[in-house]
């Protein structure tokens, strides 16, 4: 999971719903947590070279907003 994008939110949630351990519905969070901030870091990337000012070519975060819609909707195929 570590090594993973990890989960859109509607399957978080359900994860978190089937997990009984509380030991491991804190691992998957600070995991997931993890995943969203990365994203998130991202997201302030793209929007940085949106600038109009700034001018440096786009990287991986290019899609960075594309992914987070995904990942909120739960929809596949925008890595």
Known sequence: FEQSDGLCLPHFRKALLFTRDAANARLLLDVQRQKWQ?????????????DA???EAM????????????????EEGFE
């Not at 994203?39 to 940085?48: N, R």
């Not at 899609?63 to 909707?73: E, H, I, M, P, V």
């Open 38 to 50: 990365a994203l998130k870091s991202e997201l302030e990337t793209f929007m940085h070279k949106m």
């Open 53 to 55: 000012h700034y001018h």
């Open 59 to 74: 990287g991986a975060e290019s899609t960075s907003w594309l992914r987070a819609l995904a990942r909120l909707a739960g």
